[in-house]
């Protein structure tokens, strides 16, 4: 079993950056890969980002291509979204998510690839 807690939520103003933390405790072998999905208003949750401990491969939603990076400590079990560039359409809730299993470029972008879910942190940008 993981826990998820995210943090680094809040208001900022478009063209802004933010950093999202998430803090995974529990089993370490269940975080072989960790993503971050997020949800806006009226719309279905999406991926933004994941990245692959072997290796350290990472995954993003075109969206977010050269503006977010995403980033882990694996002796703290700890996973980042360095966010740059923030515009109105990136308002969402953000949720961090881990899995034990394995991610690819297509599998990490459905949601039933992640076991385990936080339970989001809100993330608004004002233009």
């Known amino acids: 079993q993981v826990q998820l807690v995210e943090s680094g939520g809040g208001s900022v103003q478009a063209g802004e950056s933010q950093r999202l933390s998430c803090a995974a405790s529990?089993?370490?072998?269940?975080?072989?890969?960790m993503g971050w999905f997020r949800q806006a208003p009226g719309k279905e949750r999406e991926g933004v980002a994941a990245i692959y401990t072997a290796g350290g491969i990472t995954y993003y939603a075109d969206s977010v291509k050269g503006r977010f990076t995403i980033s882990r400590d694996n002796a703290k079990n700890m996973v980042y979204l360095q966010m740059n560039s923030l515009n109105a359409e990136d308002t969402a809730m953000y949720y961090c998510a881990a899995t034990p299993g394995k991610i690819d470029h297509v599998r990490w972008l459905n949601e039933d690839t992640w076991w385990f879910w936080g339970q989001g942190t809100q993330v608004t940008v004002s233009s």
């Open positions: 529990g089993d370490p072998y269940s975080t072989n890969a």
